[in-house]
């Protein structure tokens, strides 16, 4: 059900229910690209160990944790990024993610959007101060920041300098994680996007972002993750980006190998859904 004006998840599915001890399970692959460590009593103790002041119960903590991410991978996405922020920076990477993924999907008008994930960047802001050493704290910047400047313009985007911003974020996030799918996805939209609105040599000089550069990070992303719907779906927008109707072929050929995949939880299946959308 929608939750204080939130849209709700539209493909509902028994499969994507992680209840109890499956969600341990299947973490593995449903966080293939974004590398989230399993939020167990272990993990969570070591980040209060780092940053007390984030709480005391380690045990309690890591079960709200678990029950956040199962929101997100069913589709709760208000309740997911709800929880996620009553837990601070110990859950601002689901709370990110959530609301992030919400707003893409199932949230109208760029003025909406805009508002989130302003939003969200606070939350992550205060994730790397908490946490800096936790790869995602970074890379949810990141993805905050990119999708904010996708709804203000490219132009705009980079006048803010909200580019350096989403390329300091992903290196990060890669010096700490190196096998993060989604940063190596995110790197390839940089080179692409800037490459696109700019030009090559003017991409370059000014931000070091290159077409070769941006293939290797999107190519990057599908040997790490091949079953994963998004990565096939950015590697066709970086390649339109990139080269325009020239290799559109490749493009539809990557929209379609993501629109068969069979999608794991909520967020693959938006992504499926996105796919198969382009294609009709």
């Avoid at 995949?261 to 996105?274: Q, S």
């Amino acid at each position: 059900m929608a939750s204080k004006g939130w849209a709700a998840f539209p493909h509902p599915n028994k499969a994507f229910d992680y209840a109890g001890d499956k969600l341990a399970k299947a973490w593995k692959d449903l966080h293939a690209g974004d590398q989230e460590p399993f939020p167990d009593d272990k993990h969570v103790a070591a980040l209060l160990k780092v940053n007390p002041k984030l709480g005391k119960d380690a045990g309690a903590i890591a079960q709200q944790l678990q029950d956040a991410w199962r929101a997100f991978h069913r589709g709760d996405f208000h309740d997911a990024f709800e929880q996620g922020v009553a837990l601070k920076a110990l859950g601002a990477s689901v709370a990110i993610k959530a609301g992030g993924i919400h707003a893409t999907y199932l949230l109208d008008g760029d003025k909406a959007k805009t508002t989130r994930y302003e939003a969200l960047i606070a939350l992550a802001e205060d994730a790397i101060a908490a946490l800096p050493k936790q790869a995602n704290s970074h890379y949810r910047h990141a993805f905050a920041v990119g999708r904010l400047s996708q709804t203000i313009s490219i132009t705009k985007a980079l006048a803010q300098g909200l580019a350096g911003k989403v390329r300091q974020s992903l290196d990060a996030t890669l010096e700490l994680a190196p096998k993060h799918a989604e940063a190596e996805t995110a790197l390839g939209l940089y080179h692409a996007e800037i490459v696109g609105k700019v030009g090559g040599m003017l991409a370059k000089l000014t931000y070091g972002a290159s077409a070769g550069e941006s293939e290797k990070h999107l190519k990057q992303a599908l040997k790490l993750t091949p079953a994963s719907p998004i990565a096939w779906i950015e590697y066709g927008n970086g390649l339109m980006l990139l080269h325009g109707d020239k290799r559109e072929d490749e493009v539809a050929e990557a929209w379609d190998k993501a629109a068969k995949l069979k999608p794991r939880d909520a967020m693959e299946a938006l992504d499926a859904g996105w796919a198969k959308e382009q294609l009709e």
